[in-house]
Structures are given as structure tokens and as C-alpha cells.
């Protein structure tokens, strides 16, 4: 296993259309996060997953954002109707069960360019 | 909700020489987590170090140990040693018991001159 991948890596689209995103965790990991990182940020939290379940979503998910982890594997985040503003890197990590708090293995990230 | 102060946007380092970049954070909460990452240019977020509140003895990974004063609420990152590979944006980030969300300060970037 080669860590957590995240596609496509560079996203650029116009104002209005819609976009979706996909990562795939380090395979035994049942923990799935979504993160937005905008320039000289660190970066923000979205949304979380356990296996399926979206247990937490942050207010910055507007209603023009979905996530979706219909397996309990890899995991697609959408923005409708994008905005100049929505440009940002994306950044998903995975972590372990584990019986504590597990380390958040990062991916590489998609970076999404709005025109 | 907790906010994360790493006050030196930016900080240089000799090779070979220490340094030691500074985190506050605002917590409400006992039972908590501290985590430093680092993400190289154009590269992925890795940890560094992580700390349990509970614990008093401050955590250490070879060249890296981290300075945990609980009641200021700091927990600040010394390199040892620097190397050019650790020239990178460092991320202070606490983590409250119960969530499952990093709250990420705005980042150190860190530049090791050889």
C-alpha cells in the first residue's frame, strides 16, 4: 500500500460547472477526512467519515458541497456550482480504527482552480 | 471550536543548528491531542510529533522534541541538528478527546541554509 491517493491532482474549471473529486485511503483505514487548504493557510476541516457514515460536517460544507463514501472505501467529494472562491488545495486523510486517537495519514492533494 | 496561534510565519535555520518554532492554542477542554505536521514544497502532509495532554513528559522523535507548557497552552517544536530536508511549512494542530477534527494553525515555513 502506497499511502493515500487522491485524483485528479490538478483540477481546473470554470466558474458554474460542477466538480468531483476522489480518494482512495490506505485500505485498512475506516476513518476518512476531507480538509481545504487555501494559500498560506493550514489547512481547514470539511467533513468526516467512519467506514460509510459521515459523522461530522463543518459549516464551510455549504449545500453546494457533498461528500460520499457509499462503501466504506474511497471517497468523492463534489462542489456544484463552483465559485472563484472555492479555489483551494483538497486534501483528504485516512486513519485506523485503532482503540485512541490515530495519526491522520495525508494525500497528496487535488488542487482546484476556478476561472 | 479552538483557535491555533504559530506566531513566525517564517524562521531560518543554519544546517546543523537548532531551532525551535512556537505554537498557543485556546482550548476549553482537558483531554486533548497536539499534533506538529510538516509539509515539504509540493508534498504531502506528514507528522512529525504528537503529544497526549495527560502526559507531562514531553514527547521526542529523535532530532524533533516539542515543549508542552499545559497550562499556557504552548507547545512549541525544537529541531535538532537541522538538515536540508527539513526546510518546510510546519503545522501546529490540537485535536480535542471526543473529535475527530485537526484544527490547524496557519503554518511556519522553515528554511535550512546549507
Known amino acids: 500500500d502506497t499511502g493515500v491517493s487522491q485524483n485528479p491532482r490538478h483540477k481546473i474549471t470554470k466558474r458554474g460547472q460542477n466538480v468531483t473529486f476522489r480518494c482512495d485511503p490506505i485500505?485498512?483505514?475506516?476513518?476518512l477526512y476531507w480538509y481545504r487548504q487555501t494559500l498560506g493557510q493550514g489547512p481547514e476541516f470539511l467533513t468526516y467519515f467512519q467506514n460509510e457514515a459521515q459523522l461530522e460536517k463543518s459549516r464551510l460544507l455549504s449545500d453546494r458541497f457533498s461528500a460520499e463514501r457509499p462503501k466504506g472505501s474511497f471517497s468523492t467529494l463534489e462542489i456544484q456550482r463552483t465559485e472563484q472562491g472555492d479555489s483551494a488545495m483538497y486534501l483528504c486523510a485516512s486513519s485506523s480504527p485503532g482503540t485512541g486517537v490515530e495519526e491522520q495519514y495525508f494525500g497528496p492533494g487535488t488542487r482546484l482552480t476556478v476561472t | 471550536a479552538q483557535t491555533v496561534t504559530q506566531s513566525q510565519p517564517e524562521m531560518s535555520v543554519q544546517e546543523a543548528e537548532t531551532v525551535t518554532l512556537s505554537c498557543t492554542y485556546d482550548?476549553?477542554?482537558?483531554?486533548?491531542?497536539l499534533f506538529w505536521y510538516k509539509q515539504p514544497p509540493s508534498r504531502q502532509m506528514i507528522l512529525v510529533i504528537r503529544q497526549e495532554a495527560y502526559k507531562q513528559q514531553n514527547a521526542t522523535e529523535n532530532r524533533f522534541s516539542v515543549n508542552f507548557q499545559k497550562a499556557a497552552k504552548s507547545f512549541s517544536l525544537k529541531i535538532s541538528d537541522s538538515q536540508l530536508g527539513d526546510a518546510a511549512m510546519y503545522f501546529c494542530a490540537p485535536l480535542e478527546g471526543g473529535s475527530e477534527k485537526l484544527v490547524f494553525g496557519k503554518g511556519t515555513k522553515l528554511t535550512v541554509n546549507p
Open positions: 485500505s485498512e483505514h475506516n476513518r
Open positions: 482550548t476549553s477542554e482537558s483531554d486533548y491531542y
